[in-house]
């Protein structure tokens, strides 16, 4: 084991002596620690918590979770927790129909992170989330939490480099969050995969309109398998990346910097800070989707149904959605020509009729609606 993580790079050394189980255990204890944030009160469950598929606001009421500090926000809605350990290392590879490298995988909305190990410091760094100045002050804090002992006997006695706290931390949350109860399996569809259980005629009628490319198109990136006996096949997602130009979120009223998304990415081993990934944002897994409470990576709808329909009319009746009357108005003007316009539902134009009639949007809804799991069924939209 220890030869294992050794090999794991000279940055992250967070050598164990745990066990798997002790590790999840341990990771659990620290993602609900509400003493981890500046000032106290804020843990990782505040915006991604348990009983909403571990994603939320944190109390927030403008679609962007709040952070531990009043009137600070996080620049993107928080995604759900579950089912990550499907989520691939950032990666180029060739369409054959495209001479263009297109982009895939990397956790966060734009991609910029490949392993929940590398990612935990981030939230607890960010002015907006969690805010702590410092490794140190985090390593103080990790300390005195009801778990320190467990946290010794993991990572062994201090005083350390708090870089190293921070690898054991990301160490115990990655092996929380990758745990097999954090990829459930439980959703009406799974069981309808399994055999057990059948789509209403409503849910079956919208599931043939995600698929079909006349239709809503929804599976070109929403991938799953209608085939597949195993319900790990239907990510509902290819964790490929889009420009969908999704309008701006009326209720966040600070001035931001523009959201560019995959080409913020700083990694300069890699093409992405070229201008054409700009406005690009990973393509999400629907599972639980009918849990959240705000959806695209800025927030800009609070129902489920408003971001179907979004998807029937953004071109055929653009004034609908663009409140300003310009169209994309939320992506910098000089990205705008990049916005996908070609696959579909993105095909129309203004005044053609719209893709998908009410009827079918609710189909639609009908059956993402199956892809929430058992624990969270009484609170879908
Ligand atoms: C203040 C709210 C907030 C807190 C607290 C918070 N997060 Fe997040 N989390 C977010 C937001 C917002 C994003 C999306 C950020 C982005 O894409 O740039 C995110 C994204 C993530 C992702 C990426 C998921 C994906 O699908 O790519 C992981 C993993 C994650 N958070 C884990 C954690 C952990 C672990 C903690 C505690 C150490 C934590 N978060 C605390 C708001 C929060
Ligand atoms: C060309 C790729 C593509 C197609 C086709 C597509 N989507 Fe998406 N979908 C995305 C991307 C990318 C996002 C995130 C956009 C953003 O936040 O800027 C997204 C976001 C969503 C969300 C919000 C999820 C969340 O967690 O906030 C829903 C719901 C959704 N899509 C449903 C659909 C449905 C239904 C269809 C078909 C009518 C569809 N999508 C077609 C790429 C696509």
């Not at 006997?153 to 921070?166: K, M, N, S």
């Not at 995959?262 to 992405?272: F, G, V």
């Not at 609070?302 to 409140?323: C, E, I, K, S």
Request: hydrophobic share 35%; proline share 8%.
């Amino acid at each position: 084991m220890g030869f294992f993580i050794a090999l794991m790079g000279p940055r992250l050394r967070a050598e164990t002596t745990a066990t798997p189980a002790e590790l999840v255990e341990l990771g659990r204890a620290i993602f609900f620690d509400a003493n981890l944030s500046e000032p106290k009160g804020t843990s990782c469950a505040s915006c991604h918590d348990p009983e909403q598929a571990f994603s939320g606001s944190h109390g927030s009421t403008i679609g962007v979770p709040r952070g531990s500090r009043p009137d600070h926000f996080a620049r993107r809605t928080s995604p759900s927790l579950l089912y990550l350990k499907y989520v691939p290392a950032f990666r180029y590879y060739q369409e054959c129909d495209d001479p263009r490298l297109a982009p895939f995988g990397g956790l966060f909305w734009d991609g910029r992170v490949d392993t929940i190990r590398e990612l935990a410091r981030q939230p607890l760094l960010n002015p907006d989330e969690m805010n702590n100045p410092d490794g140190r002050s985090i390593a103080r804090k990790i300390a005195v939490g009801s778990y320190a002992k467990a946290f010794v006997r993991a990572f062994g006695p201090g005083p350390r480099d708090p870089e190293i706290t921070l690898a054991s931390v990301g160490r115990a949350l990655e092996a929380f969050l990758l745990s097999d109860e954090m990829a459930p399996f439980s959703s009406k569809y799974d069981e309808v995969v399994r055999g057990r259980d059948r789509l209403t005629a409503v849910e079956m009628q919208g599931l043939r309109l995600f698929q079909d490319p006349a239709k809503g198109g929804c599976f070109g990136c929403h991938a799953f398998s209608d085939t597949a006996k195993d319900p790990t096949s239907s990510m509902f997602t290819d964790y490929g990346y889009d420009a969908a130009a999704v309008p701006g979120n009326p209720k966040v009223r600070e001035k931001r910097k523009p959201d560019l998304g995959l080409c913020e990415r700083t990694d300069q081993t890699t093409p992405s800070a070229d201008p054409m990934y700009c406005i690009n944002f990973r393509t999400p897994s629907l599972r639980n989707v009918a849990v959240r409470g705000a959806f695209m990576h800025n927030g800009a709808f609070t129902r489920l149904r408003d971001a179907v329909a979004f998807y029937a009319t953004r071109d055929t009746n653009p004034g609908r959605w663009y409140r300003s009357g310009v169209k994309f108005d939320d992506a910098p003007k000089k990205y705008r020509g990049q916005v996908n316009v070609t696959s579909p539902p993105y095909n129309r134009r203004a005044g053609d009729p719209p893709v998908l009639n009410d009827q079918e949007v609710d189909a639609i809804v009908a059956f993402m609606r199956t892809l929430t799991d058992a624990r969270y069924r009484r609170i879908a939209q």
